[in-house]
């Protein structure tokens, strides 16, 4: 059965992650961009990790896993070495939550990681329902290559514009420009990275309103 993609608010969520080596350090800094309240549980944490506790950016428990530590916690990753505990966390995790992943046991888990291209805001998560995960990495890099950081800074703008068009215009116009300022040439300047040439073509179908306001 094919999963259905989502987009997880974990804005100040708690999340636990069992294990700190290669696999729970990758979810790990997905889980930091999306703004998780993150607490690692692991005797031993890998120098990404450890980097990621210097920052600030997540709490680290040194222990090994025991039944009880889910306490709290609305989203938790097994990925221990060992899979016993990884089983035991589904077993607590099952009682206690709706969101778990267990790294060795897609079968068990409610949810799977995707491989994702992030430029801004821009996300493309990619799956292959658990059947290839390393060629998910290899259209992951693919598409990182072909979508650039210019499509970060074109939401940025588009952004400003949607919600400025969203209290300003009517159905009937918001439509007409939303579509006009997601042309086709549009999207083809963006892959071919020429922002000016974006700004310029976006412009064309802004009301000067927009800008007049924008100034003030
Ligand atoms: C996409 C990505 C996201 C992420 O993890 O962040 C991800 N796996 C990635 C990489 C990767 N994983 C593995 C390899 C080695 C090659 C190979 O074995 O194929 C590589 C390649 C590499 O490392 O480059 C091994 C592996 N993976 C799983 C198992 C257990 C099993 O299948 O039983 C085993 C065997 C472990 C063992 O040997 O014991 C399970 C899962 N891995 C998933 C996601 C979920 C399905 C996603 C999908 O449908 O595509 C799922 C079901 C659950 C989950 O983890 O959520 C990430 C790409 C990161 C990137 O973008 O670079
Ligand atoms: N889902 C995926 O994408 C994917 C990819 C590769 C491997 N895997 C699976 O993920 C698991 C982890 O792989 P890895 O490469 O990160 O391993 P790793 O050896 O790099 O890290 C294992 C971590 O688990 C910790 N650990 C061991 N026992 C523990 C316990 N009792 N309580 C808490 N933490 C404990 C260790 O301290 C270490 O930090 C394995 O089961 C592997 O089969 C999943």
Same mark, same amino acid.
């Given at each position: 059965m094919a999963g259905l993609p989502v987009f997880l608010k974990l804005e100040d969520k708690k999340v636990a992650v069992i294990g700190g080596g290669s696999v729970a350090s990758r979810k790990v800094s997905s889980l930091v961009e999306a703004g998780a309240e993150i607490v690692v549980i692991s005797p031993e944490i890998n120098a990404r990790l450890e980097g990621m506790v210097e920052a600030g950016l997540l709490e680290w428990r040194q222990k090994s896993y025991e039944y +009880?530590?889910?306490? +709290?916690?609305?989203l938790v990753i097994a990925a221990t070495s060992d899979s016993s505990v990884n089983h035991q966390v589904y077993q607590e995790a099952k009682e206690m939550m709706q969101l778990y992943n267990i790294a060795d046991r897609p079968d068990l888990s409610t949810f799977y990681t995707a491989a994702r291209v992030k430029k801004g805001d821009l996300q493309i998560a990619i799956s292959t329902g658990g059947k290839a995960p390393a060629l998910s990495a290899e259209i992951r890099r693919e598409l990182a290559d072909k979508f650039g950081d210019c499509f970060g800074e074109y939401l940025e703008f588009a952004g400003e514009v949607r919600e400025w068009l969203l209290e300003n215009e009517d159905l009937e116009e918001r439509r007409r420009i939303l579509r006009a300022i997601a042309s086709r040439e549009i999207f083809d300047n963006l892959l071919a990275g020429d922002l000016d040439r974006v700004f310029r073509e976006m412009e064309k179908a802004i009301p000067e309103r927009f800008f007049n306001e924008r100034a003030l």
């Open positions: +009880g530590d889910l306490k +709290g916690f609305w």
